[in-house]
């Protein structure tokens, strides 16, 4: 099992940046692939990007060329770079871990409590 802690969300203004941060413990998190959601309030839980074992990335159409997805294996962690932020990107942002990579919420077995975002215009 993995448990997934969630840091560095915020406040910050249309344009800004924000690094968050995704901790995992247990299990060895270099055998899973880790990938990023949100979930903005009275919509699903969509997809934002997920990164392979190997270190292979994929991103929503909405948010590449401004987030950019990381992991460090040796700290257990997963990072989502986010710049060029705007309004609409104001969601809850979950990290999860799965065995395989995938960008369907449904193959994610293990979540962390997420963390908020908040982008003002």
């Known amino acids: 099992q993995v448990q997934l802690v969630e840091s560095g969300g915020g406040l910050v203004q249309a344009g800004g940046s924000l690094r968050l941060s995704c901790a995992a413990s247990g299990d060895t998190f270099s055998m899973y692939a880790m990938g990023w959601f949100r979930q903005a309030p009275g919509k699903e839980r969509e997809f934002v990007t997920t990164i392979s074992r190997s270190g292979n990335t994929t991103y929503a159409v909405s948010v590449m060329g401004r987030f950019t997805i990381s992991r460090d294996n040796a700290k257990n962690t997963v990072y989502l770079q986010m710049r060029s932020l705007k309004p609409e990107d104001t969601a809850h942002y979950y990290c999860?871990?799965?065995?395989?990579?995938?960008?369907?919420?449904?193959?994610?077995?293990?979540w962390g409590q997420g963390t908020q975002v908040t982008v003002s215009s």
């Open positions: 999860a871990a799965s065995s395989s990579n995938s960008a369907r919420p449904s193959y994610y077995g293990y």
